[in-house]
């Protein structure tokens, strides 16, 4: 009885080019780990992968640690690949460009050979036994592009709600800094503001305490004293001023009213004698030697005299200034100070000459006024 021989059937490639290509990544000296079969997009970008194929070889330098593979081998991973491809381009059921990829782990993660190959699709579906379903194939194309969209979709909106993530952390660290830049220049403009108030205020002090005691002494009601202090100092003043039947305690030789400082011509003086000993007294002493002391400020206060006439007028008239030196002197009781109080009567001060006074005397003459007028008002409120 014969044996008959077996037959060998020897595969043939679809893509002779594509065979040879993946034939020379098994082969010396270079040696694929994986070979991979991806979609290219426009921008010869890589998308989905469709096949993937490793073969690992052993670890080692020698030859024989690389297993070759058969010619049969070959063809056959080259014919899976393009029916891979030529499926998903059935489905996808329009032109499509595919790479297959080389890899090797000494070589890095990127492949470091490519073969690019362009499909058109053949069938709208195929099943197992090759014959065709147009309906069922459009089912499962529409099926295969929306879960294609979905995924686009669903990538896109996580793409979407990390940058919504990044620029509302940027807003908030943004608003942040602005909210501390605001806060740290209004909290320095306050700061300056107090510092240049403070500084106003210490500047201003004394101008404020002067006022402030002058004020004092403008309040109250002076209608009771009127009427008998006045009965009793105008018959005195004018007799003592402006008489000629004799000289009055104090007058110049030629009968004149004297001038503040006691001798016509020159300003007030604190060498007048004072025979008195009440604290009026003190006080207008010192006001008088201030008065001596700055000759321009007594001169704008009282006027000024020449040879026993006056050629200038001052800011308080000759009877106000005859009455201090009149008193100073012990011509005339302390008490008739009160009719330079603010609504006395004709010899009051002013309103206006007290403000253009203010304006022009020194502190010391400002205090030592105010303490005296203080000092009557303080003795007339005891009556």
């Known amino acids: 009885m014969s044996r008959e021989r077996a037959i060998q059937i020897v595969p043939t490639a679809t893509d002779e080019a594509f065979a040879t290509w993946l034939g020379a990544r098994f082969s010396d000296p270079e040696y694929a780990m994986r070979i991979q079969i991806v ?18 070889a052993p670890v080692g330098d020698k030859k024989k640690d690389k297993p070759r593979l058969s010619r049969e081998r070959i063809v056959e991973l080259s014919n899976a690949m393009i029916t891979s491809s030529q499926l998903d381009c059935d ?31 053949k069938n709208i579906y195929a099943n197992a036994e090759g014959v065709v379903d147009v309906e069922e194939g459009s089912r499962i194309e529409r099926l295969l592009l929306g879960l294609l969209e979905s995924e686009r979709r669903d990538k896109r909106w996580t793409l979407e709600m990390a940058m919504n993530a990044i620029s509302g952390a940027m807003e908030r660290d943004a608003q942040r800094i602005e909210k501390t830049e605001m806060m740290l220049d209004g909290r320095l403009e306050k700061e300056t503001k107090l510092i240049e108030a403070t500084e106003a205020a210490l500047s201003k002090a004394e101008d404020r305490r002067l006022k402030r005691a002058w004020h004092d002494l403008t309040v109250g009601t002076v209608g009771e004293m009127v009427s008998s202090v006045k009965s009793q100092i105008l018959p005195a003043i004018k007799f003592k001023l402006m008489s000629g039947a004799g000289t009055p305690p104090h007058a110049t030789s030629n009968g004149t009213a004297p001038h503040p400082s006691g001798t016509a011509g020159s300003p007030p003086s604190a060498e007048t004698p004072a025979t008195g000993t009440a604290p009026e007294v003190v006080i207008l002493g010192r006001f008088l030697a201030e008065c001596e002391a700055n000759g321009e400020v007594a001169e704008n206060l009282f006027g000024k005299d020449v040879d026993g006439k006056p050629v200038s ?11 201090l030196v009149i008193v100073h002197s012990g011509g005339l009781p302390v008490s008739l100070l009160d009719q330079l109080l603010p609504g006395a009567g004709e010899l009051a001060v002013t309103d206006e000459q007290r403000a253009q006074a203010m304006a022009i005397m020194t502190p010391a003459m400002s205090s030592t006024l105010i303490e005296l007028f203080t000092l009557r008002m303080a003795a007339r409120a005891s009556k």
């Open 313 to 323: 007028t001052g800011i308080f008239n000759r009877q106000q200034a005859a009455l």
């Open 91 to 121: 489905a996808l059921g329009r032109s499509t460009t595919y790479a297959a990829l080389a890899f090797h782990a000494a070589m890095g993660a990127d492949s470091y050979s490519r073969f690019m190959f362009r499909l058109r699709p």
């Open 39 to 56: 979609q290219v997009g426009a921008g010869n970008r890589h998308g989905e992968v469709i096949y993937t194929h490793d073969e690992r």
